[in-house]
């Protein structure tokens, strides 16, 4: 059954650095979203992205934050200069359909920043 | 409002039968997910409801009162493996792609 994947699995990074999360969304999908996870909280949407543009971004999103579908098949998440509030699980996301009545989340990033 | 409630934590023997509850406030509702989150793993998508009514899954049943702003999970004949947390989702009209606003989550433990 096809799926989304991710990598890395888990990046620890220092404060200040760039990092960017890889996703690869379910190949005949065509809207993508990111959303985070801060241990024992709850699950928070960042950013939705269709035909090379971003869709809708919540105010986590913010200018640090960028995305990118840099070939196709590849869906990234870039934070310019991370923060220690940054540490979170970070969750790709695809879904088919216009609305995407079903989204298909990949397994995670973790995310920890020193 | 965006806020969706549901409980904290919710314990069941295996065979049994539990009933978890979601209540949502919006101003332009579009549909209510449900989704299973075992520790460590992603969000899996169990069912949804935009209409009233109840909608079946095997096991799983979700129904859904827009004019309440409620909706429950039913989750039938209990097995170890349903441990999990079971999260509640909203999607808004005006949102394109369906962004999903995420309750906290119910912790359910089930008991042998």
């Known amino acids: 059954e096809p799926e989304v994947t991710q990598t890395p699995s888990h990046q620890v990074t220092q404060m200040g650095q760039e990092v960017i999360l890889r996703c690869v969304p379910i190949?005949?999908?065509?809207?993508f979203y990111w959303y985070r996870q801060i241990l024992g909280q709850k699950v928070e949407f960042l950013v939705s992205?269709?035909?090379?543009?971003?869709?809708?971004k919540s105010e986590i999103f913010d200018d640090q934050f960028s995305v990118e579908r840099p070939d196709g098949s590849n869906f990234t998440l870039k934070i310019r200069s991370t923060k220690l509030e940054d540490s979170a699980m970070y969750f790709c996301?695809?879904?088919?359909?216009?609305?995407?009545?079903?989204?298909?989340f990949g397994p995670g990033t973790r995310l920890t920043v020193t | 409002g965006q806020n969706i409630d549901q409980p904290t934590e919710m314990t069941a023997t295996e065979g049994a039968i539990v009933q978890i509850n979601c209540t949502y406030q919006?101003?332009?509702?579009?549909?209510l997910f449900w989704y299973q989150q075992h520790a460590g793993e992603a969000p899996t998508f169990l069912s949804y409801?935009?209409?009233?009514g109840l909608e079946e899954k095997g096991r799983f049943s979700s129904f859904l009162s827009r004019s309440k702003g409620y909706s429950y999970l039913l989750l039938k004949e209990l097995q170890m493996k349903d441990s999990a947390s079971y999260l509640c989702?909203?999607?808004?009209?005006?949102?394109?792609?369906?962004?999903?606003?995420f309750g906290r989550g119910t912790q359910l433990t089930v008991w042998p």
């Open positions: 996301a695809s879904s088919e359909a216009l609305g995407g009545w079903e989204q298909y």
């Open positions: 190949s005949n999908h065509l809207y």
């Open positions: 992205f269709y035909n090379n543009e971003i869709s809708e």
């Open positions: 919006t101003s332009g509702f579009n549909g």
């Open positions: 409801n935009v209409l009233d």
């Open positions: 989702a909203r999607r808004d009209r005006g949102s394109t792609l369906g962004r999903l606003y």
